[in-house]
């Protein structure tokens, strides 16, 4: 790295080509969200699971990889971020050979275990180094900028990917587009990353990392079963207990001599603000990308493949927009780039709400205009956040914007899809026909999202209007 005028380290050209190494995982631990699904007719006939084992072999990768978000983040402080993500790469290789060869449901649910366990390690090491090698603000914005686009093109590619592996191979192909990308990592990262550990760490406090990987699956389980099943027992007991759970582990690193997590970084308002906004963003986001990719197959009437490619405009708008943050806040404060964007995904939540009658090509375009908005706020949300902090704490920061994100789509699938299901059960008692009510629970859906999108962009402004880089909180 160089000095700039201000002090502040600038990126080389090996800091850049590091950036393309982090660029991997990125891209292949979204792909791995998306591509199970279109698989999953052929594994089902192979493998024979049961409902409950088939619902398992979907969640349990996010199960996972929010629940040990936290306690990755931490650890890379103490091992080294580089060592561990190597280290998550290799398992996540291996893991991925496991789930293509799997020979029985329950070989492939541990399989998806363990992949998610290792797909934990990747997000807080790229997000913890990218914060240690891109310490000027406008390069860092443009390397998170970079990091983003290639998770939303993983997010794309994916199921495009999984479609035509599917046309020519058996289901487990799927699973091994990451081992060559993996071997491209683990070749390059010990020549191009650098090593970052933070040697006042203490050890890890193994309680706090049971409390917070038992607190986010119980979580995140009671908000998938609500968005399945309603308001049932298990939902809301694994809510309480959650919530329950989550409190102590906050008491707990109150008083830890070495915290999981040090709770001072949400004294600062942009910080808890960006968190907040990024959690609540992907609400509103998850919960219609839930219910358009069930549009387009049970509305629609389109095939997996052809659903997946009428998935691709919008997350081509994400990239884009991605791509053009860096550039806006040259000229813009991040919070009026944030507001200004939310107030486009209102706009297109407003075209949802009408898409009764309208039509398929009414519904992408109000999708398009849904997640380009929402992208600043992820973009700039995330650089806001992980750009706070020191390097000390890169990777706890961003373990925390993972983990509102994860929480945040979990949450709108719940509360976003049991509107819609209410108000398509409404209209089937009225012996609407099944597309025709499943489209008006979706337009239901995306009215209420408008006022939550519209109460966020004046959030995003009013809280975020200060930032232009927010202040490091001193151990």
């Not at 020519?168 to 071997?183: D, E, K, Q, R, T």
């Not at 719940?414 to 299901?421: D, H, W």
Request: with cysteine.
């Amino acid at each position: 790295m160089t000095e700039t005028a201000t002090g502040e380290p600038r990126a080389t050209r090996r800091e850049w080509l590091g950036l393309a190494v982090l660029a991997l995982p990125t891209l292949l631990s979204a792909m791995d969200f998306s591509v199970l699904y279109l698989a999953l007719p052929r594994l089902a006939a192979d493998l024979r699971p049961s409902g409950t084992q088939l619902l398992w072999i979907t969640d349990i990768y996010g199960f996972m990889v929010a629940g040990f978000l936290v306690t990755m983040g931490a650890l890379g402080n103490r091992i080294g971020r580089r060592r561990l993500l190597t280290a998550g790469a290799a398992a996540f290789g291996l893991a991925s050979a496991a789930a293509a060869f799997s020979s029985s449901a329950g070989m492939l649910i541990a399989a998806r275990a363990l992949l998610g366990i290792a797909g934990a390690t990747l997000m807080p090491s790229t997000l913890g180094l990218i914060s240690t090698m891109f310490r000027q603000r406008g390069q860092r914005a443009s390397a998170v900028s970079l990091w983003a686009a290639c998770l939303l093109a993983g997010t794309a590619i994916g199921p495009v990917a999984g479609g035509a592996l599917l046309q020519f191979f058996w289901w487990g192909s799927v699973f091994l587009i990451g081992l060559p990308v993996m071997a491209v990592l683990l070749i390059a990262a010990p020549l191009l990353l650098p090593e970052y550990r933070n040697p006042a760490e203490g050890r890890l406090d193994l309680a706090s990392a049971g409390l917070s990987l038992a607190a986010t699956l119980l979580l995140v389980y009671s908000l998938k079963t609500l968005a399945r099943s309603g308001l049932t027992g298990a939902a809301a007991g694994s809510l309480v207990a959650g919530l329950g759970l989550g409190a102590v582990f906050v008491r707990r690193q109150r008083s830890a001599a070495s915290p999981l997590l040090d709770l001072r970084l949400f004294r600062y308002r942009g910080f808890t603000a960006a968190v907040g906004i990024l959690l609540a963003a992907g609400a509103v986001s998850g919960g219609i990308s839930f219910l358009f990719t069930q549009y387009l197959q049970l509305v629609a009437g389109l095939s997996p493949l052809r659903a997946g490619l009428w998935s691709l405009p919008d997350a081509t708008a994400m990239i884009a927009c991605s791509l053009l943050c860096p550039f806006a806040v040259r000229r813009i404060r991040p919070g009026y780039v944030i507001g200004g964007g939310l107030a486009v995904s209102a706009a297109g939540f407003w075209l949802l709400a009408h898409v009764q009658g309208s039509g398929l090509l009414v519904a992408v375009a109000g999708v398009v205009l849904v997640f380009a908005g929402v992208t600043p706020a992820w973009v700039l949300g995330t650089d806001l956040i992980i750009g706070s902090v020191p390097p000390a704490a890169g990777g706890p920061a961003s373990s925390v914007s993972e983990t509102a994100s994860e929480l945040g789509v979990a949450l709108g699938v719940a509360v976003i899809g049991s509107i819609a299901a209410a108000v398509s059960r409404v209209q089937a008692a009225r012996a609407v026909p099944a597309p025709q009510a499943f489209t008006h629970g979706l337009s239901a859906a995306a009215a209420a999202s408008v006022a939550v999108a519209v109460a966020l962009a004046l959030a995003a402004v009013i809280l975020l209007r200060p930032a232009r880089s927010l202040p490091c909180p001193s151990r």
